[in-house]
């Protein structure tokens, strides 16, 4: 596991990050409603506070605690991108040409509204946002310039072993079955493939290292 990264894990399969900073810790992704006190808990075994939320998409297993946190940490930053921040405030219609695809998954919005809307290329702390499209319209990814670890959000899941939600996995089809558009999905999976992560941070599932193979083989499989 990389140093600065802690994994928290609801229910043995939906995946929130505390990423440790110079100021204090960023949260990635919140869980499931009612995970507050798990993710808590976390960063005072961690001894830091937590200072900024990052959601990676607005699906109701990422951002199902983020009212309850914004309401326990005063001041807290949120942040996510402009588009998935729109589907967080209940807005479902879509932008034009994406009409391809069917916003798919729960959606259940969320009373906390960010104070940053995150574009691809900004940092925030030593993550930097990574556009990673396909399962919602506005997903992000976040990569570690430190150590390049790459917290992928729902772009690839680990569980059951290392693929994308270009497809759908039998083996754990639910990320898949989400997914807003599975080509773009494709196109998201292996622009990340490119970055050269050193270790794959995913939405659901386990932290793997060195995962350029199983990439590769997931988005072979995804292809074919
Ligand atoms: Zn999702």
């Given at each position: 596991m990389a140093p600065n990264l802690t994994q928290v894990t609801r229910i043995g399969m939906v995946n929130a990050y505390l990423v440790g900073e110079a100021d204090g810790l960023t949260l990635v992704d919140t869980t499931l409603p009612r995970s507050a006190k798990a993710i808590l808990k976390a960063a005072a075994g961690l001894g830091a506070p937590i200072v900024r939320i990052v959601l990676t998409h607005a699906h109701g297993d990422h951002i199902g605690s983020l009212d309850e946190l914004a309401g326990q940490l005063p001041g807290v930053e949120v942040l996510t991108s402009a588009r998935d921040a729109r589907l967080m405030a209940g807005d479902k219609t879509l932008d034009p040409g994406e009409e391809k695809g069917k916003l798919r998954g729960g959606y259940p919005g969320a009373r906390t509204r960010p104070a940053r809307l995150l574009a691809a290329g900004e940092r925030v702390g030593s993550l930097e946002v990574v556009a990673a499209p396909g399962h919602t319209p506005g997903q992000i990814a976040l990569l570690d310039t430190r150590d390049r670890t790459l917290i992928c959000a729902d772009a690839y899941s680990t569980l059951g072993g290392v693929a994308t939600t270009a497809?759908?996995?039998?083996?754990?089809?639910?990320?898949?079955?989400?997914?807003w558009h599975r080509p773009t999905a494709l196109e998201t999976a292996r622009a990340l493939r490119t970055l050269e992560p050193a270790r794959l941070a995913p939405g659901h599932g386990k932290v793997v290292d060195a995962p350029l193979p199983a990439m590769d083989a997931a988005i072979a499989r995804a292809a074919g």
């Open positions: 497809r759908v996995t039998p083996r754990f089809p639910l990320p898949g079955l989400a997914t």
